[in-house]
């Protein structure tokens, strides 16, 4: 019996996934092997790979003058990538929470940050309207900023209006809602949250944003080099591509991403509504900029905390604890998370409130 695991990364996966798996581990495809056992440059891997960036390239729909990379380091070696490689005068960033910061702080080390706006005085509980931004620097870059961020549980509305190279963190949305790729030079996202294992990171790249990098010391890091080499400038981490396929596979047997966006949003508007009409859970984000994958919300009296996250463990809800650094809890509703999870969610939370509210 699975359980419902609402953590935030890494996170569920599609029970058939891990089947089909299961099934092909010993053997995959007949060749008395398993594909984590095979050479990356043989036909094998290199048939999955291929498989898993056009299955991506359908499922969001990217334009032709965008490129698919595999790359390691995660996330955050992106944060640090992306101004080693195109800040020349100013990088601009939004800086709407926890995961904004860490990328700014990281392009700091490499030149000069614009931050045109900030939800940091409101505890991030919102995202800044494009109207309200400060003006954008002359000589800036690029903007960069961050559509889901999953640990103040905040969704832009918008994509932002720019002139310049816009570069989006979607680690913790891509695949879950459409969206206008042509509109974004550069996209970025840890598989561990809406895409498989963690180990891998994909990158989308626009090929004519690349005319402006810097070159990089280690060729593992460097796009044009890793893009070249069809992401294999080394091995690159067949076993998490290989399931990332599976559940891209998944996704267009789902009906792709448009399918997805319904059910997120039924999921998540279900939760809320949940929050919303007690008078015990609090969630907190401006109704306009709530997440739709990630919802943290507060109990009346925190000293409840650890009863509500023993007896939700105890039900078969795994992993509501918020993060680390803000408490409380948090109920991530990726694409794995199925609608019947949610229920058993909001009804272990309306008997909870019953008991001790
Ligand atoms: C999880 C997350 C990251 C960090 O990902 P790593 O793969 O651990 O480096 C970065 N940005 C966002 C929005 C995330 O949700």
Request: aromatic share 10%; proline share 4%; glycine share 6%.
């Amino acid at each position: 019996m699975r359980a419902f695991n609402f953590c935030a990364g890494p996170a569920s996966l599609p029970t058939s996934v891990l089947e089909q798996a299961q099934a092909e581990l010993l053997d995959y495809q007949s060749s008395g092997v398993s594909i984590m056992e095979v050479s990356h440059r043989g036909d094998l891997f290199t048939s999955v790979l291929a498989s898993a960036k056009a299955r991506l390239r359908r499922l969001m729909q990217l334009p032709e003058s965008h490129d698919i990379l595999f790359m390691q380091g995660g996330a955050t070696a992106q944060f640090s990538l992306i101004p080693s490689h195109f800040l020349h005068g100013v990088g601009a960033y939004i800086n709407s929470g926890q995961w904004s910061i860490k990328a700014i702080e990281a392009a700091k080390r490499f030149g000069e940050v614009q931050v045109l706006a900030s939800s940091e005085e409101a505890n991030f509980s919102y995202m800044p309207t494009q109207a309200s931004w400060d003006k954008l620097a002359s000589n800036a870059d690029y903007l960069h900023y961050t559509p889901n961020e999953t640990i103040g549980g905040v969704r832009s509305p918008f994509v932002p209006e720019v002139e310049i190279p816009l570069i989006a963190d979607f680690s913790s949305s891509i695949l879950s809602e459409t969206i206008d790729a042509s509109k974004f030079d550069f996209i970025y996202a840890g598989a561990q949250k809406n895409i498989g294992p963690a180990g891998v990171v994909v990158v989308i790249v626009k090929r004519e944003l690349l005319k402006t990098a810097k070159e990089q010391a280690s060729p593992v890091f460097d796009y044009g080099k890793m893009l070249a080499a069809d992401s294999m400038v080394n091995t690159p981490p067949t076993y998490s591509i290989y399931l990332a396929d599976l559940v891209f596979k998944w996704l267009e047997e789902q009906g792709g991403v448009s399918a997805m966006e319904e059910i997120n949003n039924q999921k998540a508007s279900r939760l809320y509504s949940c929050i919303d009409d007690s008078g015990f859970y609090r969630n907190p984000v401006a109704l306009s900029d709530r997440s739709r994958m990630n919802v943290p919300f507060i109990l009346a009296d925190d000293r409840l905390d650890a009863t509500f996250l023993a007896e939700s463990e105890a039900a078969g809800l795994k992993s509501l604890a918020g993060h680390r650094s803000v408490g409380g809890m948090r109920a991530s509703l990726y694409n794995a998370m199925p609608l019947a999870g949610v229920n058993a969610l909001t009804e272990f939370m309306r008997d909870f409130e019953r008991r001790y509210g």
